[in-house]
């Protein structure tokens, strides 16, 4: 499996960019996307940039990864204090997957 890691841009040099993600500092193939600027965020798959990204989007994907490793030391509370924002909602599904499970429901409340 491959995952993306946000990073963000420190300067550019031809086709590779000066990435930070915390304390490491990475160059990063940057050939599959539009130039960036210093200051951007990139989601970074084995050494080569496939997307920019919004910090948002990098905090939110960070976060998931940091509940993935959370998850594998068997760090419950870290997990819930990474998706805070699900204690107070329940999560829906996107409105294309909604019609499929209304449909389900129905059929299951009439058998």
């Known amino acids: ?24 500092q990475h160059w990063i193939d940057i050939r599959l996307i539009d130039t960036p600027s210093a200051g951007e965020w990139l989601l970074v798959f084995l050494g080569a940039a496939r997307e920019k990204i919004s910090a948002e989007r990098a905090v939110q994907v960070a976060q998931a990864l940091a509940a993935l490793d959370a998850g594998a030391r068997g760090d419950s509370a870290a997990i819930d204090a990474l998706f805070a924002d699900l204690v107070e909602r329940t999560p829906q599904l996107p409105p294309h997957l909604q019609s499929g499970l209304n449909g389900r429901l129905k059929e299951d409340n009439g058998r």
């Open 1 to 24: 499996m491959c995952i993306g890691i946000p990073m963000q841009v420190a300067a550019v040099e031809g086709a590779r960019a000066f990435c930070t993600v915390g304390d490491e």
